[in-house]
C-alpha cells in the first residue's frame, strides 16, 4: 500500500483506489466494500467514480442519469477517503425522514456513535461502523424503487 493522497481522482480499478491508500485505510474500506457488495440490491453496479467506489443505477437501467450531469450514472452509494476520514455516502436516506429515522435508531441500538451530514456517514476506522446496520442500510432500498423515487423527486422540483 502506498501513501499516495487519497484525494486523487482517474482511478481506472477500485483495486487501484484502494491499492493507492494507506493499508489502515485499505482494510477498512474493504471491509465496508465487501458488506455493501454482499447486500447491494439486484440493478445497482460498483464502479470508479473519479476519487470514491460508486454504487450506481447503471445507464443500461436508468439511461437518464444524474439529473445534474446525465453523462453520469444515477448514484445510490459511494465509499471514499478523504484527509481526516472515511466515508459512506448515502443517496437513498438524503430527504427521507423515515431512512434517517431508521439508521439513527439502528445506529444507537448497535452502540455506536453516528457523525453523519445530510447523506455521508464519516468514520474514522472501521470499528466506529456497525457493518450489520450498513448491510441493512444498503439492503433497504431496490434499484427500481430508488429510480421511482428520484423521478418523484424530480417531478416535484417542475411543480
Sequence with gaps: MSNSSSGKSGFKTVEEYLDSL???RCTALGTVREVVLK???QGYVECMQGAMIGYVVPHSLYPRGY???PRQPLQ????S???SSMSLHMMAIYGDAAAQAWLQTSWKAAGKKLDMGKACIRFKKLDDLPLDVVGQLIARLPA???IERVEKFL???KR
Design 76 to 79: 445510490y452509494a459511494a465509499l
Design 39 to 41: 447486500h447491494l440490491p
Design 144 to 146: 427500481r424503487d430508488y
Design 22 to 24: 494507506p493499508e489502515d
Design 67 to 69: 439529473h445534474c450531469d
Design 81 to 83: 477517503s478523504g484527509k
Design 155 to 157: 417531478q416535484s422540483r
